[in-house]
């Protein structure tokens, strides 16, 4: 009898130990699917900031931004994409492109001596669900952006590492 009884104790601590060590695995799963979404938005914003503070007036050089502007809009399937003009005259562009099912964030640089490429800004294992920029620009030549985007991870912590983002981000453009 003491044998059946110590070897139910026994089998009730090592499932509930299991039990325990599964939530521990699981919340580590989740907190590492956060975290990488929310490096790779940092990511994102700290690139995207730069260019926007440094962004210049058209003037005629891109082709999706009039020429008194420093920010064109666009939109297409994914969300809104944002064109400017930087410091060094490159014509870029910000969206989304759906990579395998993966929404990831893209930036296009045209330069004026025609070179140009594409690259990523985040990596496949997060899904940017939204992303919409909007532009204000004010009459006497200030201008900012709001971005508002949604990203989660991807595979089985997709719903509980969601993330929603907002910010603004003003030109230093000040010139009219």
């Known amino acids: 009898m003491e044998v059946i009884v110590s070897t139910a104790i026994f089998v009730i601590v090592i499932l509930s130990m299991t039990g325990i060590f599964k939530m521990v695995v699981d919340a580590q799963r989740q907190a590492i699917a956060s975290q990488n979404v929310e490096e790779s938005l ?14 210049q007036k058209n003037g005629g050089q891109c082709p999706h931004i009039s020429h008194s502007s420093i920010f064109g809009l666009a939109s297409n399937e ?14 870029i562009s910000y969206s989304l492109v759906n990579d395998n099912g993966v929404n990831r964030f893209s930036v296009s640089k045209s330069s004026l001596t025609g070179m140009a490429f594409t690259t990523w800004l985040s990596p496949r294992r997060v899904n940017i669900s939204e992303l919409h920029f909007t532009v204000h620009e004010k009459a006497d030549g200030q201008a900012y952006v709001t971005i508002n985007l949604s990203a989660n991870y991807v595979g089985k912590e997709a719903g509980r590492s969601k993330m929603r983002v907002q910010t603004s981000i003003s030109s230093r453009h000040y010139r009219p």
């Open 42 to 55: 940092r990511y994102f914003l700290e690139v995207i900031s730069k260019e926007i503070r440094m962004a």
């Open 78 to 91: 994914l969300g809104d994409i944002l064109y400017l003009r930087n410091y060094h005259d490159d014509c």
